[in-house]
Protein backbone atom coordinates (compact mmCIF):
# COMPACT_ATOMS: atom_id res chain seq x y z
CA UNK A 1 0.00 0.00 0.00
CA UNK A 2 1.41 2.96 -1.03
CA UNK A 3 1.46 6.38 1.52
CA UNK A 4 -0.66 9.30 0.41
CA UNK A 5 1.78 12.23 -0.32
CA UNK A 6 0.80 15.38 1.42
CA UNK A 7 -0.84 18.43 -0.26
CA UNK A 8 1.63 21.55 -0.48
CA UNK A 9 -0.25 23.35 1.73
CA UNK A 10 0.44 20.16 4.51
CA UNK A 11 4.01 20.44 3.58
CA UNK A 12 4.55 23.55 3.65
CA UNK A 13 2.71 24.37 7.46
CA UNK A 14 4.12 21.45 8.43
CA UNK A 15 7.24 22.53 7.47
CA UNK A 16 6.85 26.19 9.09
CA UNK A 17 4.85 25.37 12.30
CA UNK A 18 7.25 22.21 13.19
CA UNK A 19 9.74 24.60 14.51
CA UNK A 20 7.95 26.80 16.33
CA UNK A 21 6.17 23.36 18.05
CA UNK A 22 9.59 21.78 19.32
CA UNK A 23 10.48 25.08 20.46
CA UNK A 24 7.48 25.25 22.66
CA UNK A 25 7.24 21.62 23.99
CA UNK A 26 11.21 21.97 24.79
CA UNK A 27 10.24 25.21 26.96
CA UNK A 28 7.43 23.57 28.49
CA UNK A 29 10.01 20.49 29.62
CA UNK A 30 13.22 22.46 30.50
CA UNK A 31 11.70 25.87 31.03
CA UNK A 32 14.33 28.53 31.31
CA UNK A 33 17.43 25.70 30.71
CA UNK A 34 16.67 26.50 26.91
CA UNK A 35 18.27 29.56 27.28
CA UNK A 36 21.47 28.28 28.54
CA UNK A 37 21.62 25.03 27.83
CA UNK A 38 23.20 24.17 23.96
CA UNK A 39 21.84 20.20 24.26
CA UNK A 40 18.31 21.39 24.46
CA UNK A 41 18.78 22.70 20.86
CA UNK A 42 21.24 19.75 19.60
CA UNK A 43 19.33 16.86 21.25
CA UNK A 44 15.92 17.80 22.00
CA UNK A 45 15.17 19.97 19.03
CA UNK A 46 16.04 17.38 16.69
CA UNK A 47 14.16 14.47 18.30
CA UNK A 48 10.83 16.54 18.61
CA UNK A 49 11.19 17.15 15.60
CA UNK A 50 11.71 13.47 14.17
CA UNK A 51 9.00 12.49 16.65
CA UNK A 52 6.56 15.22 14.96
CA UNK A 53 7.37 13.97 11.90
CA UNK A 54 6.03 10.84 12.12
CA UNK A 55 2.76 12.12 14.30
CA UNK A 56 2.10 14.46 10.92
CA UNK A 57 2.94 11.35 8.47
CA UNK A 58 -0.20 9.74 10.78
CA UNK A 59 -1.67 12.80 10.45
CA UNK A 60 -1.64 13.02 6.55
CA UNK A 61 -3.06 9.42 6.36
CA UNK A 62 -5.96 10.10 8.41
CA UNK A 63 -7.28 12.94 6.73
CA UNK A 64 -6.59 11.24 2.65
CA UNK A 65 -8.99 8.13 4.23
CA UNK A 66 -10.95 9.94 5.57
CA UNK A 67 -11.68 12.56 2.60
CA UNK A 68 -10.95 8.88 0.22
CA UNK A 69 -14.46 7.94 2.12
CA UNK A 70 -16.51 11.32 2.41
CA UNK A 71 -15.51 13.44 -0.09
CA UNK A 72 -18.57 15.42 -1.45
CA UNK A 73 -19.50 18.38 0.17
CA UNK A 74 -22.51 17.61 1.52
CA UNK A 75 -20.83 15.22 3.55
CA UNK A 76 -18.47 17.50 5.37
CA UNK A 77 -20.18 17.37 8.53
CA UNK A 78 -19.45 13.65 8.77
CA UNK A 79 -15.62 13.83 7.41
CA UNK A 80 -15.48 16.62 10.62
CA UNK A 81 -16.80 14.26 13.00
CA UNK A 82 -14.76 11.40 11.86
CA UNK A 83 -11.35 13.58 12.12
CA UNK A 84 -12.11 15.03 15.10
CA UNK A 85 -12.90 11.17 16.50
CA UNK A 86 -9.38 10.03 14.53
CA UNK A 87 -7.20 12.72 15.63
CA UNK A 88 -7.87 14.48 18.76
CA UNK A 89 -7.11 10.83 20.63
CA UNK A 90 -4.18 10.71 18.00
CA UNK A 91 -2.95 13.77 18.85
CA UNK A 92 -2.87 13.04 22.61
CA UNK A 93 -1.42 9.36 22.05
CA UNK A 94 1.30 11.44 20.02
CA UNK A 95 1.79 14.04 22.75
CA UNK A 96 2.02 10.96 25.26
CA UNK A 97 4.34 9.27 23.65
CA UNK A 98 6.87 12.64 23.62
CA UNK A 99 6.55 12.89 27.24
CA UNK A 100 6.74 8.94 27.82
CA UNK A 101 10.17 8.74 26.08
CA UNK A 102 11.73 11.81 27.58
CA UNK A 103 10.17 10.25 31.03
CA UNK A 104 11.26 7.05 30.64
CA UNK A 105 15.03 7.72 28.74
CA UNK A 106 15.75 10.88 30.72
CA UNK A 107 16.18 13.20 27.89
CA UNK A 108 18.29 15.46 29.54
CA UNK A 109 17.39 15.00 33.11
CA UNK A 110 13.33 15.70 31.96
CA UNK A 111 10.78 13.48 34.84
CA UNK A 112 7.38 13.51 34.33
CA UNK A 113 5.44 16.25 35.67
CA UNK A 114 1.40 16.57 34.81
CA UNK A 115 1.59 20.50 34.88
CA UNK A 116 3.53 19.88 31.82
CA UNK A 117 2.04 16.90 30.22
CA UNK A 118 -1.35 19.38 30.21
CA UNK A 119 0.27 22.43 28.77
CA UNK A 120 1.76 19.78 25.98
CA UNK A 121 -1.80 18.56 25.29
CA UNK A 122 -2.73 22.31 24.84
CA UNK A 123 -0.17 22.91 22.54
CA UNK A 124 -1.32 19.85 20.57
CA UNK A 125 -4.73 20.40 20.39
CA UNK A 126 -4.05 24.18 19.55
CA UNK A 127 -2.03 22.98 16.71
CA UNK A 128 -4.19 20.60 15.56
CA UNK A 129 -7.24 22.76 15.35
CA UNK A 130 -5.47 25.28 13.57
CA UNK A 131 -4.19 23.90 10.97
CA UNK A 132 -7.05 20.66 10.46
CA UNK A 133 -9.21 23.99 9.99
CA UNK A 134 -6.78 25.50 7.48
CA UNK A 135 -7.32 21.99 5.51
CA UNK A 136 -10.25 21.47 5.63
CA UNK A 137 -10.80 25.02 4.31
CA UNK A 138 -8.48 24.25 1.48
CA UNK A 139 -10.31 21.10 1.04
CA UNK A 140 -13.64 22.45 1.07
CA UNK A 141 -12.30 25.32 -1.47
CA UNK A 142 -11.05 22.86 -3.76
CA UNK A 143 -14.19 21.12 -4.07
CA UNK A 144 -16.31 24.03 -4.32
CA UNK A 145 -14.26 25.54 -7.60
CA UNK A 146 -14.81 21.58 -8.83
CA UNK A 147 -18.47 21.87 -8.50
CA UNK A 148 -18.46 24.96 -10.16
CA UNK A 149 -16.32 23.65 -12.98
CA UNK A 150 -19.11 20.16 -13.19
CA UNK A 151 -22.02 22.48 -13.27
CA UNK A 152 -20.57 24.83 -16.38
CA UNK A 153 -19.93 21.81 -17.94
CA UNK A 154 -23.45 20.46 -17.71
CA UNK A 155 -24.44 23.69 -18.77
CA UNK A 156 -22.52 24.03 -22.10
CA UNK A 157 -23.84 20.62 -22.47
CA UNK A 158 -27.38 21.62 -22.09
CA UNK A 159 -27.07 23.82 -24.46
CA UNK A 160 -24.87 21.82 -27.05
CA UNK A 161 -28.33 19.31 -26.69
CA UNK A 162 -30.81 22.17 -26.90
CA UNK A 163 -28.81 23.74 -30.13
CA UNK A 164 -28.95 19.86 -31.57
CA UNK A 165 -32.46 19.69 -30.88
CA UNK A 166 -33.39 22.58 -32.42
CA UNK A 167 -31.61 21.64 -35.41
CA UNK A 168 -33.63 18.25 -35.77
CA UNK A 169 -36.57 19.89 -35.68
CA UNK A 170 -36.06 21.83 -38.49
CA UNK A 171 -37.14 20.66 -41.72
CA UNK A 172 -34.27 19.32 -43.75
CA UNK A 173 -36.70 20.13 -47.41
CA UNK A 174 -36.54 24.17 -46.03
CA UNK A 175 -32.93 24.23 -46.53
CA UNK A 176 -33.21 22.56 -49.83
CA UNK A 177 -35.72 25.17 -50.81
CA UNK A 178 -34.32 28.18 -49.26
CA UNK A 179 -30.80 27.09 -51.00
CA UNK A 180 -32.94 26.39 -54.35
CA UNK A 181 -34.73 30.18 -54.36
CA UNK A 182 -31.47 31.65 -52.95
CA UNK A 183 -29.99 30.38 -56.23
CA UNK A 184 -32.63 30.97 -58.08
CA UNK A 185 -32.20 35.29 -57.08
CA UNK A 186 -28.80 34.91 -57.79
CA UNK A 187 -29.53 33.89 -61.78
CA UNK A 188 -31.92 36.22 -62.24
CA UNK A 189 -29.91 39.33 -61.17
CA UNK A 190 -27.61 38.12 -62.95
CA UNK A 191 -29.35 38.07 -66.13
CA UNK A 192 -30.84 41.41 -65.58
CA UNK A 193 -28.82 44.11 -67.44
CA UNK A 194 -27.77 47.13 -65.68
Not at 62 to 86: D, G, N, S, V, Y
Not at 106 to 133: P, Q, R, S, W
Amino acid sequence: MKLPQPTKLQLYSFIASMPLIALLLNYIMYHQRIYSELKVWTISFPLLILLGTGSWRMHVIIEEFTRRKFPELRQTKTRLIIMALCIIPFMSFSVSVIFFIYDWLHILGYNFNMEDYKAGLLVGFCVNLLFETLFEADYLLEKYKESLQEKETFRQLSVAQEFDALKNQVNPQLFQYTFIADRGRQTKSRNIPE
